[in-house]
């Protein structure tokens, strides 16, 4: 079993809607990074929690440490949003544990 | 100001070949992370530099992987004798101050390399 579990690994959705991608973990974490894959392949650090929720734009991120599970909800989406999104931890160290991440669609 | 570069950008090899890729980091940063994406596959950690020095190798798959920084700044990741499974996305990464889990990471757009 992974210790980062991402769900959906799919995800299409119409232009407007709200998305949300989950992530699970088994280890103890010191903080948790939703990042952000195009295309081209070019990552992008969308957010760095260890506790509560964070919003940027019309990204929001949630963490909740005691069931060790983490959002990320994208309101209003557009098809610009189309990417992978990624789940990763650090459980203290360097060393950060990916998920496989979310492949996102949005349609006009 | 300027992000992270790597290069080069595409690398098309033979196997049993040796490569080096490079990182330039974001001026001023002092940790570096170089990661492997694999077709198909997460990303997985290869190494983390502090400045000149490695604490954290673990992630480097075998001995024909190693990496160096000098001058707290540009980094070198050689692969010697590569072999058809190394095909992969080389990804670089730095950060401002010591720790992934306490400031975000700058990613560079990476190296794909394939060996053929």
């Known amino acids: 079993k992974n210790e980062v579990e991402q769900s959906p690994q799919n995800l299409t959705a119409q232009e407007g809607e709200f998305i949300t991608i989950n992530c699970s973990y088994s280890v103890g974490i010191s903080a948790l990074h939703w990042l952000q894959q195009h295309p081209g392949g070019g990552i992008v650090s969308l957010f760095m929690l260890s506790s509560g929720k964070k919003k940027h734009g019309r990204l929001i991120a949630t963490i909740n440490i005691q069931e060790k599970h983490s959002s990320l909800h994208i309101t209003a989406s557009h098809p610009r949003d189309s990417a992978v999104y990624i789940c990763?931890?650090?459980?203290?160290?360097?060393?950060?544990?990916f998920g496989k991440g979310t492949k996102l669609t949005v349609n006009p | 100001g300027a992000g992270v570069s790597q290069s080069p950008s595409n690398k098309v090899t033979e196997k049993g070949k040796d490569v080096e890729l490079r990182c330039d980091p974001i001026?001023?940063?002092?940790?570096l992370y170089w990661y492997r994406q694999s077709l198909g596959q997460g990303l997985e950690f290869l190494i983390y530099?502090?400045?000149?020095?490695?604490?954290?190798k673990s992630g480097l798959p075998s001995d024909r992987f190693s990496a160096e920084r000098t001058g707290g700044s540009v980094s070198t990741l050689t692969i010697q004798r590569t072999q058809q499974e190394d095909s992969a996305v080389y990804l670089c990464?730095?950060?401002?101050?010591?720790?992934?889990?306490?400031?975000?990471?700058?990613f560079g757009n990476g190296t794909r390399l394939t060996v053929t």
């Open positions: 990464a730095s950060s401002p101050r010591r720790g992934s889990y306490n400031s975000p990471l700058h």
């Open positions: 530099f502090q400045g000149n020095s490695a604490p954290d």
């Open positions: 001026s001023g940063h002092t940790a």
């Open positions: 990763a931890v650090s459980g203290g160290s360097e060393k950060l544990v």
